[in-house]
């Protein structure tokens, strides 16, 4: 008896891990948000050149990311819009485009971890002593995995 209540447990236990989704995406779902590079500039930037597009995020387009992700299973309420950002996973200073692929639904608790970095890492761009490729792979790293953002933090200030 007692075998076969676990294995019900273990089995309903991987079911619903299958069909649960958290109340907001900790990070980017990368099936939707691998993130994307800036492809139309409005200007170029840094000793790179890096191509920049200027902030061009529509309403709808917010809505569109908004209910994406909800169709992927977070229960993002849309009475709650204000706990959220929509979030450039590459940041346009880095170099990141406007299109849905570079854009998630960012919670509040989640961008308070994950803001600081784009300004310090942008800046070290900006003074050249690091690529845009290299700074690209290591906020995607920061934002799939927010516990990699003191590490990040740490590594962009010693440059």
């Known amino acids: 008896m007692k075998i076969l209540f676990l294995g019900l447990l ?28 800036c492809s ?8 790179e050149h890096i191509p920049y597009c200027n902030r061009n995020v ?43 692929d570079n854009l998630w639904p960012q919670h509040e608790s989640i961008y308070a971890l994950t803001d ?12 050249g002593v690091i690529k845009q490729a290299e700074l690209v792979e290591l906020i995607r790293q920061a934002k799939f995995d927010t516990r990699l953002v003191p590490k990040v933090m740490q590594y962009l200030r010693s440059l």
């Open 10 to 37: 273990l089995t309903t236990g991987l079911f619903a891990g299958v069909i649960y989704k958290a109340d907001f995406p900790m990070g980017p779902d990368v099936s939707i948000t691998p993130g994307s590079l």
């Open 58 to 100: 529509s309403g709808d387009l917010k809505d569109d990311v908004f209910r994406e992700y909800r169709d992927l299973g977070y229960r993002l309420d849309p009475k709650q819009r204000k706990q959220y950002k929509i979030d450039h996973l590459i940041p346009l200073c880095a170099g990141g485009s406007n299109r849905s």
């Open 116 to 127: 600081p970095l784009e300004p310090l890492a942008c800046d070290k761009l900006k003074a």
């Open 40 to 47: 139309n500039p409005d200007a170029y930037r840094y000793p």
